[in-house]
């Protein structure tokens, strides 16, 4: 995630892309900023949030009611709000088509307003507007509790590969493959 910068988390369902964005809005509301959540499909859980950590105070959650266009209306109006340090849109189990003048659009307002932008969704929608594009898989589950049958989720590790990044960082080349622990 970079400041003034869209980023894209891609991913099947239960990839960990939504983990990843969580831990994402956790470390943002930690140092007191706020975020927005732009929530397509009401998968936002507040209450797992607020356990791994996100300050509910401090996140705006606008929820779209499965309207697509009311989602990329809500991003576009959110990204060129002074104030928000994360804006977040999760597509949810549909893959809108975005425009190349909207991907321009929400790129030039992040750039104006310092505003990191994350894109959650099952494939990528943003292509050449984004910075940094992440594909997200799930690498491993750990679960806990009595024997034989364990039974509560202990954490999760998620594998982010780089599919694009226009920094020149050596981290983040191409291919390069990250593992992110996730505890529940």
Not at 57 to 84: E, I, N, Q, T
């Amino acid at each position: 995630m970079s400041p003034g910068a869209i980023t894209e988390l891609v991913g099947h369902a239960s990839s960990g892309r939504t983990s990843v964005f969580t831990a994402c809005l956790r470390d943002v509301t930690a140092r007191g900023a706020l975020a927005a959540f732009v929530d397509t499909d009401h998968v936002f859980d507040p209450v797992g949030a607020g356990r791994a950590g996100v300050e509910l105070s401090r996140v705006l959650w606008v929820r779209c009611g499965h309207r697509l266009d009311r989602a990329l209306r809500a991003v576009d109006l959110l990204v060129r709000c002074p104030g928000f340090a994360l804006v977040g849109l999760d597509t949810g189990d549909v893959t809108p088509r975005m425009t190349l003048a909207m991907a321009y659009r929400l790129k030039l307002a992040v750039r104006r307003t310092g505003t990191a932008l994350v894109v959650v969704s099952g494939h990528r929608v943003v292509a050449s507007g984004a910075t940094l594009a992440f594909a997200a898989r799930r690498s491993h589950v750990a679960w806990t509790g009595p024997r034989p049958a364990p039974n509560r989720l202990e954490a999760i590790e998620t594998a982010l590969e780089v599919m694009r990044a226009r920094a020149r960082v050596p981290e983040l080349r191409p291919g390069a493959v990250h593992h992110v622990r996730l505890r529940a």
